[in-house]
């Protein structure tokens, strides 16, 4: 890491890493499009600003969209939230009218569990730490629905020179159901759509070679 930060020259960098020493900064952090990165253990992790806002749509939406989350790493953490919200929605509520008693619950218990997040890490690299040179790269994706919504998630699969299968975490997505009811089986093909968006979006944007089956 010392390597790669004095390869970058001092007019680029953070405020924060322009005299950077690792040895005397254990737990430096920098955030990178919302998200915290540890720049010593080199992982993406949250960082969540505890707001104090009315049970309202309003205020339920200022809290959903604080937890800014590029790569869908804690999708199924929010998805619940949003559901709430498109409850709501349903019922005819308005932005600040009060919510009933049942939804309030549900909220209340979502954003106690909210500060959790906090104790999520994923390694920023998809290669391991010491891991010899790498012979197959495969993309696997995953998709799945229910009633309540539907998403896609994509892993990288790298085999090194030992045989060893190294499984890295690239990008999630998901959605809430439409408001017009769907049937399951045509939100799963919605999901498996999603999931071949993924994947050519993701084969853009890394330089690898994949293997195909």
């Known amino acids: 890491m010392d390597i790669l930060i004095s390869c970058v020259p001092e007019t680029e960098r953070a405020p924060s890493v322009k005299d950077l020493d690792l040895s005397n900064n254990p737990a430096l952090t920098e955030r990178a499009l919302g998200v915290q990165w540890n720049v010593q253990k080199d992982t993406f992790s949250y960082k969540i600003a505890e707001k104090e806002r009315p049970i309202t749509r309003r205020g339920m939406l200022s809290i959903i969209c604080s937890v800014y989350d590029p790569l ?23 932005w600040d009218d009060q919510i009933p008693e049942p939804c309030k619950q549900k909220w209340q218990s979502w954003l106690e569990g909210l500060p959790k997040l906090e104790q999520f890490e994923i390694l920023r690299c998809f290669k391991p730490p010491n891991c010899p040179d790498i012979q197959q790269c495969e993309l696997h994706h995953f998709s799945d629905a229910s009633s309540q919504g539907y998403g896609a998630v994509s892993y990288l699969c790298q085999t090194d020179i030992r045989g060893e299968v190294h499984c890295s975490l690239i990008m999630a997505k998901s959605r809430l159901a439409p408001l017009k009811a769907m049937m399951i089986p045509r939100m799963e093909l919605s999901a498996a759509v999603l999931a071949t968006r993924l994947d050519r979006m993701i084969k853009q944007e890394l330089d690898i070679f994949f293997f195909f089956f």
């Open 72 to 94: 869908g790493f804690v999708s199924p953490c929010i998805l619940p939230a949003k559901a709430i919200q498109q409850d709501l929605c349903l019922k005819g509520l308005g």
